[in-house]
């Protein structure tokens, strides 16, 4: 009975067209406007690189130019520039091609656009070669016969004075945390399949739960058949997903891609059982009930940060205890850990607070549709 | 007006998920308005900093003050996980270690490994900071070099640090001020397409949908209502529907920002109402391929969010690539976000274009015009209507 009921189960949800929406069509979308969204933001925005910036003389300042000229010599330059006029050099900044103007005259100044960190490192440069300036003055007034020394020890190039301890070998954009939320949300969104089993088996929900209620099976077989079913179509869902994302979209998981599939299988079980114990909880119809299992889902994707990229920081900032009860978090931390973390310490517990939350929900969603039985009249 | 009225009634059922989009709408806009500043001079960014005083000397504490001087310092735990849980996800922008031996390293000369940094990926940020901790040593050997004391060395090194850049903002911004059109302003009416998609292809498509069912039409059809009467109270009953939320949405700007439109503001009011229409006529092509409940959502979905990503709605212009934009060119939210931009003055003002997009924008509404009604010539002929009848007659028997 149990095969019977299961092959029944996975043809019906074969047949669903709001699972094949939601689950399947709706994610790729999604995943794939973000690709586009954010798969350039991070390279474009946060990563090093060169920063453009023109140079107007109005006076000429020889000094200056050297500076620059030698910056622009080394291998990784700071800056890119350009000498050219006012007009060409407005036109530029306006355009977007340079961050900045730097205009040397006896007093250097800098015209920018925005207020970033572009900006700010380019105004740091301009004081640092006024610090120079004034130590080389400082120099010659206090000990004349070491200005040469000091000049000379401030142009030399030195060993950098930090050393970096590197955190991790995975990929460091934090906008591919954006993905890991995607495939979170597909996994909450198993609920409403996990939602269709109560009411596939409650007689006062719909009149298929009548039919199954008056057949001779047991019912906990029936709803764990059930179950089992929508785990495998829930698995399916999340398999889909994963791989669109990984192979088509080329979204970079780190390099253990082999355990972001059972992190998000797992995931998507917690989804369908948070659906079965929902579903089981309360005798609304079934729009408001999907309506409510939605948004549910949506507001614990939100608070883990599918619409505001630092959400799950500001939340671990004020109320620490929430981001391990959340289950949207918990999934999307598997991939975070599984991406930046070397040992499999963090990502365990990951996996075990899933795993207890998907017990704890279906043996709730168990115990609260048990022995509803209905009287014949 | 019956058929007017009846597109009201089933616009009742759908008012719940349109409030929910316009509440959270303003609850964010609100948000938005109140984070944001109007002030055109220029501000160094503050970086946020984590500093782990290994060496706890004078030398190192008036370190930590320089560096505090020009960034926000954080506090966190020293723990790997926690730090780089906060440099992921920005909490801080830098975790600086002074080195146990900094003080003595520096007062020798040393400038080697006086520093170590918790280190995620090569950002501004680091670089900035690299370059600020270089610069600091560096200028502290070159005043000990000049024969200084130590003490001495660091306070010069601490003046010496403290010189001021003069920085100004390109002159065209700082004209925005005069425009009547902040930078709030333009945040608001850039976000409002999604929204405006959200609601009116949801609500004005499943309106015409039901209207259009085939019970109802029959009904309809056989009534002593003129057709072209019937057109026009659908037609009525949607630009209703799309003028009372685009109105709604210029009242709670006004609401939010605290001040009437006056000047250039108007360009933009005026640039919404274009995009409400296209819009409006965007639900009306929708509609006429009659889609399933489950399905419309899925069409505002991707309506709403497709263009929201490729046009620079969620997203400003300049990071999008340009692949992106060559597409975006052949959908009206781009040339909403183009006019607004220029209006909002992030790119040069010029009318002659603002009403080349304006006038784009129509395009598109007049394309959808014609495209609805070539689709419904091509539904509704007689040859069509014919060949519906007879797979229904061979449906019933």
Redesign the interface.
Known sequence: MFMHILKYELKNGLRT??LI?WLI??PI??GT??K??????YE?????SSIPVAIVEESENAAFRQVIEGIEKSDEP?LKASFTDKEKA?KM??D?KVEGIIFTSD???????E???????L??????Y??RE??AM??IN??PE?AQ??IA??TSE???????????QGN???YIQYFYNLIAMVAMFGCITGMHITMQNQANLSPLGARNNCSPVQKSISILACLTGSFILETICMVICVSYLAFVLKVDFGDRLWLVYPSAILGGITGVSFGFFVGSLTHIGEKAKSALLVSISMLLCFCSGLMV??M??II??RIPWFNNINPAAVIADCF?CLN??EDYD?FITKLITMAVISVMFIVLGFVTSRRKKYASI | MQVFKAMFKVMRSRLPSALIYIVCFFAISAIIANASTNDNKFEAKRLDISIFDEDDTPESHALAEIIKKSNDIVEIEKDKDTILDSLYYRRIDYALIINKGYADKLRAGETAELFSSYHLDESFSVVYMGQFLDEYVSTVKAYLSMGEAFDEAVANAEDAMSQNAEVNMLSRIDKGGNSHFSVDFAGYFQYMPYILVSIIISVVSLVLVTMNKKDIRYRTNCSCLKESSYTFQLFLGSFLFVFIIWLLFMIGGMILNKEFYTGRAWYAVLNSFIFAVVVGTMAVLVASFEPKDNVLNLITQVLGLGMSFFCGIFIPVEVLSDKVLSVARFLPAYWYVRANNMIADITQFSLNEVIQCYLIQLGFAAAMVIITLLVRKVKYSGAAIGTAVKKAAAAEH
């Not at chain 1, 586009?36 to 933001?41: L, M, P």
């Not at chain 1, 207020?115 to 490192?121: A, D």
């Not at chain 1, 105004?123 to 640092?128: A, T, V």
């Open positions: 067209k709001d929406i069509l709706f979308i999604l406007c973000f586009i969204a954010f798969g350039s933001i474009k925005t946060e990563k090093f700071f407005e900044l306006d977007g007093n250097i100044s800098l015209t920018v656009k207020k970033g960190i572009r900006e700010t490192m105004k740091s440069f301009i004081e640092q006024k610090v004034k130590i400082d120099a206090t000990a070491k020394e000091v020890s401030l030195t060993a950098s004075s930090c050393r970096d301890i590197p955190l991790t460091p954009d934090m990229g630092n799950k920081a671990a900032a975070y930046i973390y963090r």
